[in-house]
């Protein structure tokens, strides 16, 4: 879930299975579409294949784990985290309450939606909140954040918007982690353009 590629191998002994079992699971995830693969010389690093599918896994951990987790949390991982690719943790769920209550974001009954004014302030920020012609990923999609039980935007517009945030460098993603830092400027920005102040 934190994007990364990772080793046969290295995914064999996270799950406790024998090389061998691990292998013919990867093959029929691959096989089914939720894990893609690279391969580097003689060995193939396995990743979540899409947003759509890091979306479903999150959201059958949800399912699963109805009641909130008992076990300590790292308080960084539920300040500001990625799911697999779009703002998770108190942050994302911040993001979404205040473009909502801005009308940025329409939760109608097709589904939500980008207002035009929320088209307008992307624009102001060059960047394109449009899917691909090609993707079936949808422009937005509700997803339930595992730590706040609120939700937090996902689909293709929650990807954009992450990237847009870290490209311009107002958050840092800690090194091999889901963990995001929020920085001086992007504490900056937030407060000014969402009126979202992580720090109270």
Known sequence: MDGSRRPAGELALLAGAS????????AQLVEGGLLSFETQGRHRFFSIATGDVAEMIEGLDNWT???????????ALCQAR???DHLAGRLGVAVL?????????VLGGDGPGLSSAALDWCRRHKFDPKPPTRSRR????LCLDWTERRHHLGGHFGAV????LLDA????RR???????????????LKRELAIDLTS
């Open 19 to 26: 090389p061998q079992a691990a292998s013919a699971h990867l």
């Open 65 to 75: 784990d109805r009641q909130p987790r008992r076990r300590r949390l790292d308080p």
């Open 82 to 84: 990625l799911c697999y």
């Open 97 to 105: 309450d205040r473009m909502a209550a801005k009308g940025w974001v």
């Open 138 to 141: 949808p422009l937005l999609r």
């Open 161 to 164: 918007f992450a990237n847009a």
């Open 169 to 172: 460098g107002y958050l840092r």
């Open 175 to 189: 090194s091999g982690q889901r963990i995001l830092d929020l920085t001086p400027r992007g504490a900056a920005f």
